[in-house]
């Protein structure tokens, strides 16, 4: 009896033992060691939803291309990485960071206090308002209260839902899961405006010859000039400190203009390192 029972609490000791190592080495497995493997593998995972260009979307041969798929490739490049480009809906593209599917995330995502709870921002490397886009041809729309009454599609899980909720008189908010399926409903006049990014609603009226778009910076008086950053799982302090460095010496040697001058055809207004909100 003394005997068995001996056995049994030795055998409980021993996995009590070997779950402490197994946690202990879990443990470790962030900071260093995440970047060390990454050094190791010589690749960058990244989360993106290839959506919402010109930041992001496929091209005729089905590959990610744009500007943050440019300047990811770029930043891998400085740290003598190959970027990787794992296509992710929007809608569950933090939880798979969070998940380990990849290690970073860059994706047009705004930092807010909410998101900034549940990953952590390389410093900002995109400045954007918000925008209204729509059929001139059959609206006069100059100013958000112009939508009361209309039809106005979103981006579910986005600023531009959020700052379509703060208009007066809105009611009628459709949500998508995609901005393509948004705008693609614009021009079938299933809708009548879509809410969104500036520089996204810019690109798609670019070449259409009834669409315009109208760059909002506030309304109700809350500010929507919002800031972009590469999400990362918490906690990854030292990726964080190497992506910043890269950010930083892209724009010392130009890329950053080179890169912003090929998808918006203009110079940047604002850089990585520059003072943010």
């Known amino acids: 009896m003394s005997e068995e029972r001996t056995s049994r609490w030795g055998a409980v000791f021993s996995t009590i033992v070997a779950v402490a190592i197994v946690v202990s080495c879990g443990c470790g497995s962030s900071g260093t060691s995440r970047m060390e493997h990454i050094t190791q593998d010589g690749v960058l995972t990244v989360g993106n939803d290839t959506t919402y260009a010109p930041f992001e979307f496929v091209d005729s041969s089905n590959a990610p291309t744009g500007f943050d798929v440019d300047l990811i490739s770029a930043v891998a490049a400085k740290l003598g990485l190959k970027a990787q480009i794992v296509t992710t809906a929007w809608d569950g593209i933090i939880p798979a960071l969070q998940s380990d ?45 112009d939508l009361a009454g209309l039809r106005v599609g979103v981006q579910i ?103 912003y001058t090929k998808w918006f055809g203009e110079m940047p207004e604002f850089r990585p390192g520059d003072n943010g909100s």
């Open 101 to 145: 599917k990849f290690e970073a995330v860059i994706s047009a995502m705004t930092i807010t206090p909410d998101r900034e709870k549940e990953v952590l921002f390389s410093t900002p490397y995109y400045r954007s308002d918000m925008g209204i886009v729509f059929d001139r041809t059959l609206h006069a729309i100059s100013r958000p209260d």
């Open 157 to 259: 899980g986005t600023t531009g839902e959020s700052s379509a909720h703060l208009i007066s008189g809105l009611t009628d908010i459709r949500a998508y899961p995609d901005i393509q399926l948004a705008m693609t409903d614009l021009d079938l006049g299933r809708i009548d405006a879509v809410v969104n990014d500036y520089p996204v609603c810019a690109y798609y009226a670019r070449d259409s010859a009834v669409l315009s778009v109208v760059r909002v910076i506030t309304i109700n008086q809350t500010n929507l000039t919002q800031y972009y950053g590469i999400a990362l799982k918490r906690g990854d302090a030292e990726l964080k400190a190497a992506i910043d460095r890269a950010l930083t010496d892209l724009v010392s040697d130009g890329t950053y203009d080179s890169l």
